[in-house]
């Protein structure tokens, strides 16, 4: 009798010392979310704004007799990080086709790691928020629920109020990383493609001036 009283006590204990972590979590993963949108804002503003590029006209100009590749890109109107990777590309004249198309590769895939990690975070906290908001919700009520069976009633209303709190914060949090999560996953596979297309037309290029 008294082994299958202690397990259920050492499971409320446990319990207990997890509130205020669960809080903690919560409250840190609320301003995660704040801090990861005024970052998007922020993108949106100094980097998004300054996408420019018209992609069939820019294949034209690079594809011009006599084009002068580096000053076309540097012109091109695409975005900061995309004209470092495709004047990397154009810096390796003396390469043959082969390492200069495993050269753009790499300048590719090195450039999508930097979004898939960009936006990780966000979809993390899109995940673990309703996880620590279903705990915040749980635990306050095995305490509500002791108290609601001594006619307690104000630990019964502050249990549930804690309860409905963390619920609500961990879904603010949740909903914002998601929706931060679809708009860049937007913007960074149509940065991809736009990085992809102009970067084979560099190759092209480059590798007809060697036949």
Not at 112 to 135: C, H, Q, W
Request: charged content about 20%; hydrophobic content about 50%.
């Amino acid at each position: 009798m008294r082994m299958s009283e202690g397990l259920p006590n050492a499971l409320r204990a446990v319990a207990a010392a997890l509130e205020t972590p669960v809080i903690l979590a919560l409250l840190l993963f609320m301003a995660a979310a704040v801090f990861l949108l005024g970052s998007l804002i922020a993108e949106l503003f100094t980097e998004r704004r300054r996408l420019r590029a018209k992609l069939p006209e820019l294949a034209d100009k690079l594809r011009a007799p006599e084009a002068d590749i580096p000053a076309v890109i540097a012109d091109s109107g695409l975005l900061r990080r995309q004209r470092a990777a495709l004047t990397e590309l154009t810096r390796h004249a003396s390469l043959t086709p082969p390492m200069r198309e495993a050269l753009a590769m790499r300048l590719v895939q090195a450039e999508r790691a930097r979004y898939e990690n960009i936006t990780r975070v966000s979809d993390l906290l899109a995940k673990l928020g309703p996880m620590f908001g279903l705990l915040g919700t749980l635990i306050p009520l095995g305490p509500g629920i002791i108290a609601l069976g001594r006619g307690d009633t104000y630990t019964l209303s502050l249990s549930l109020l804690t309860a409905f709190d963390t619920t609500i914060a961990g879904l603010i949090a949740a909903a914002a990383a998601f929706v931060i999560s679809a708009v860049r996953k937007k913007w960074y596979s149509g940065y991809m493609q736009s990085l992809e297309m102009v970067m084979t037309c560099v190759l092209e290029v480059e590798n007809e001036k060697q036949v």
